[in-house]
């Protein structure tokens, strides 16, 4: 999907990057934890968040991420939306929450960055 | 002739807002020196990760970058706690972030586990109460 149908899709308001809405994404990685997503997002993968501070574009921009999908309505302060453009990601903002906003666009044929976490069982809490 | 370079970046502990500001400035760097993207995406988050350690739980630290012909080194050395056991700070899932950390998106105990990945090769020495030394190497 390019960015332009994911932000019709989610009725998202594009608030940086409007001249990079060709951009082509095939995976997406959700998290509230930029530690995960460092660890598991993939290189032009799209990264749905819940938060807003300039961290996100700070991670987004060491992954290659194509762009940030904020969910829960939430509108990044300035700073962010200031780091984004100087950084050139793109960053959207839907009201749909997490579940939702990852649901439809998995079935719209977005798959996730890894489907399973490979190795020892001591990522999952017993 | 393949480009070369040595810089040096210091970071501050308890400095959240900053933290990626040194990652983002080497990434930039390798990107001009022309490293390719899988390593300099590797570089990065590596760096990242050990920048949000060293403000997360040391008084302060410095990156090392250094890039040769065929390598990225990156050589990390902090002044803090240390770390008491690195077998287990090594382990998926282990952490001792506090609140302020993980509300910032962190500690997930994810760090030292995604640097070791990042790298080709990784070494960690640690004293308590001195600080910690790393030492990633990321083949060009």
Request: hydrophobic share 40%; aromatic share 6%.
């Amino acid at each position: 999907m390019t960015l332009r149908e994911i932000a019709d899709l989610l009725d998202a308001r594009i608030l940086v990057g409007g001249d990079h809405l060709d951009i082509e994404v095939k995976t997406a990685f959700s998290a509230d934890l930029m530690s995960d997503v460092l660890a598991f997002a993939k290189p032009g993968s799209i990264m749905i968040t819940g938060l807003t501070n300039p961290q996100i574009v700070r991670i987004a921009s060491i992954v290659d991420n194509s762009a940030i999908l904020v969910v829960r309505g939430k509108i990044p302060p300035e700073e962010t939306l200031t780091l984004a453009e100087e950084l050139d990601i793109p960053v959207l903002s839907t009201r749909y929450i997490m579940f939702e906003t990852s649901g439809r666009l998995y079935a719209n044929g977005i798959v996730g960055c890894v489907r399973k976490i490979q190795g020892p069982e001591s990522v999952i809490p017993l | 002739m393949t480009q070369r370079c040595e810089c040096f970046f210091p970071v501050e502990g308890g400095r959240f807002e900053d933290a990626g500001k040194v990652s983002v400035e080497v990434k930039k760097m390798l990107k001009k020196i022309g490293i390719p993207d899988d390593a300099r995406r590797r570089a990065a988050i590596a760096t990242y990760e050990s920048e949000v350690n060293i403000i997360s739980y040391a008084i302060r630290g410095e990156v090392h970058l250094q890039v040769t012909r065929d390598h990225i080194l990156i050589d990390i050395q902090d002044a803090g706690p240390g770390i008491s056991n690195i077998e287990q700070a090594m382990e998926q899932g282990y952490s001792t972030a506090n609140d302020r950390i993980r509300e910032m998106g962190f500690g997930a105990g994810m760090g030292l586990f995604n640097i070791k990945n990042c790298s080709d090769t990784f070494e960690i020495s640690s004293e308590e109460d001195k600080g910690t030394h790393l030492k990633i190497l990321i083949n060009r």
